[in-house]
């Protein structure tokens, strides 16, 4: 059997509860922490999103990194600390912390918080499904509509617009779809 080269990406989700009243103050922290933690190195995205249907206070943040030593650079600086400080004035009590790595981070759903991440067959299956038809109709629409462009610049264009569409459109879409599945208990 050969082994998988483990992914060394490292995702973190953050649910964190504000405390009544403070919701416009959090938002406008959060965003000048999105800035921070976007400029730092080893920083792979960060998505804030707030729920809209149980409680308007309950925010859920998903934070990417390259690997676990640069998660641990950013936890440890001085910045990252005051932030934390100054996130925690506006919040309930302590965050809910979970870190996963690999591809979990794509499986990953705000109102289950404590959902254990699928099999990877069932990652694998579901992230091919998102895959397929990107990489299958993508390519194409680029050479139809990008003719004059060289080759290896409009790869790099599909390329970005695949990672991008199964970050922050596929991927959330076809684990909401699935989730029965995905996440199914026994």
Known sequence: MIDEPADPMV????????????????EVAMQE???YALAFPGNRGIHVIRSEHANPREYTVVHRFADAKARRTFIASPPYRDWMVRLRELTD?????????????????????????PSKLKMALT?????????SILPPLAKRFLPTWPPLLANVLVTGLIVALLSWVVMPCLTRLFRKWLFQTN
Do not use: N, Q
């Not at 995702?11 to 959090?26: D, L, N, W």
């Not at 979970?98 to 254990?116: I, Q, R, V, Y």
């Not at 992230?127 to 990489?135: A, D, E, S, W």
């Open 11 to 26: 995702t973190v989700v953050i649910r964190r509860r504000t405390k009544p009243g403070c919701e416009t103050p959090f």
């Open 33 to 35: 922490f999105v800035l």
């Open 93 to 117: 009590g302590d965050p809910h912390i979970e870190k996963t790595g690999g591809l979990s981070g794509w499986f990953t759903l705000p109102d289950m918080p404590k959902a254990k991440a």
């Open 127 to 135: 992230t091919f499904i998102g895959v397929y038809p990107l990489t």
